[in-house]
């Protein structure tokens, strides 16, 4: 159908949900499609899955997505994409402190004007990573590491 898919209200696991989580973590990635997890449990983010709950992902893109992933054992997320030459709205990703805690290392091809990142809330370590558009039509490739 051509139209951005969203996967909604999936979850609720119990037990060792880790691997059930990287697998529609994966889907997810693979199909460049949205979600909404759900569960209406105290303590959720506690659960070894969460990791995969609360992770990077692109929230807005003025252009083509071409893949995004992260490798849960590494940490490392990527995306690549091609962006729109009269776009004027900042490619906007979503970082989480669960993965980025200590801060993390961006690698953006071409850097163009480059990028910021935004703070959500005053005492929050979660954020966004704004990438200024180019004004061409370009493949671009921002890469999010764990801080060694």
């Not at 659960?47 to 997505?65: L, N």
Request: aromatic share 12%; hydrophobic share 35%; charged share 20%.
């Amino acid at each position: 159908m051509n139209v951005p898919m969203l996967l909604g209200e999936w979850g609720a696991f119990e037990g060792d949900a880790v691997p059930a989580a990287r697998l529609i973590g994966r889907m997810l990635e693979e199909s460049l499609s949205s979600d909404t997890f759900w569960v209406y449990k105290k303590g959720v983010e506690n659960a070894p899955y969460f990791r995969m709950i609360q992770r990077p992902y692109p929230s807005a893109v003025p252009g083509t997505m071409v893949r995004y992933g992260l490798d849960p054992e590494t940490g490392i997320f990527e995306c690549v994409w091609k962006e729109q030459p009269h776009a004027t709205q900042p490619s906007r990703f979503y970082v989480p402190a669960l993965w980025y805690s200590a801060g993390c290392e961006v690698e953006l091809e071409p850097t163009g004007k480059g990028y910021r990142f935004e703070q959500v809330g005053a005492d929050e370590h979660n954020g966004y990573l704004s990438v200024v558009p180019t004004g061409q039509a370009i493949e671009r490739r921002l890469t999010i590491s764990p801080r060694k």
